[in-house]
């Protein structure tokens, strides 16, 4: 039986109270601060929610000043969102952007709502798997944080969609959050511009002043740990949950494999 830990399981079991506890607490509290040792780290911790928080609205809500300071915190030539950056280096190909988007596409195909096929063999092809679709059947049982759920090919897929996206999510925030310090100066440097022109000054989504920003450099050990720690675990779920998916005859159409990716291994696979 596959055996998972859920979504939520996985961020609860890496938290900032945790990993400040499990660091020396010279690294993120000077030693004025350890005089009081509770209120040091209920005040750091408070700090790293600040920082998540920021982190999570850069990702997930951004506007156009956001984007005008992530063009020049990563030099790019125009605002965009943070997911058209890709961060190649923390997504490896294979793993979770291209497994995520075929899955998308073959869905689509299934659901009879586009068709990839160039000849008349692919076309009865796709007609098979809408049929499958149709009758979504019953892959298997999965375990998840110890309770059994019946995985049908819907839901299987749905559910492994949710471990890709939640290790997409946490790579972001680890790129993100190494380089806030960074956005955030470039950030403040958008709004004193737009109150040149516009004669007021604009609302801040982000929190770009405080103090935790004075020593984010301690901080971003504890961010960077939390996040790296987050995706490895789902990265760990989407193997484990992929290759229960690639044994079933019917999963496994919606699958993309390395060697699909990089049609050379195929040849090194059968010789």
Not at 62 to 72: G, K, Q, V
Not at 103 to 126: F, P, Q, T, W, Y
Not at 142 to 163: C, G, P, V, W
């Amino acid at each position: 039986m596959l055996k998972l830990r859920s979504i939520e399981t996985i961020r609860k079991g890496h938290n900032f109270v945790d990993e400040l506890c499990a660091m020396p607490a010279v690294e993120w509290a000077t030693p004025k601060q350890l005089e009081d040792y509770d209120n040091a780290l209920n005040q750091t911790v408070g700090k790293l929610r600040t920082i998540d928080s920021n982190v999570e609205l850069i990702i997930s809500n951004p506007d156009e000043n956001i984007r005008l300071a992530l063009r020049d915190a990563y030099y790019l030539e125009r605002g965009i969102s943070v997911k058209e950056l890709k961060f190649p280096k923390y997504l490896p190909q294979g793993k979770v952007q291209i497994q995520r988007d075929v899955i998308r596409l073959m869905v689509k195909v299934a659901k009879g709502k586009e068709s990839v096929a160039k000849d008349i063999n692919k076309e009865i092809n796709e007609t098979l798997l809408q049929g499958e679709w149709d009758a979504n059947p019953k892959i298997g049982v999965a375990s998840i944080d110890d309770k059994e759920t019946e995985l049908r090919l819907h839901n299987s897929l749905k559910h492994f969609t949710r471990y890709l996206n939640a290790c997409e999510h946490e790579f972001y925030k680890q790129a993100l959050a190494t380089q806030l310090n960074h956005i955030l100066h470039y950030y403040h440097m958008v709004l004193q511009d737009a109150e040149f022109r516009e004669g007021k000054k604009p609302q801040s989504k982000l929190i770009e002043e405080g103090n935790y920003i004075l020593n984010y450099s301690n901080l971003e050990n504890v961010t960077d740990a939390i996040y790296y720690h987050r995706a490895r675990d789902y990265l760990v779920e989407c193997r484990d949950f992929w290759s229960f998916l690639d044994g079933n005859e019917y999963s496994r159409r919606f699958l993309i494999r390395m060697e699909d990716v990089h049609p050379g291994l195929k040849t090194k696979l059968k010789s």
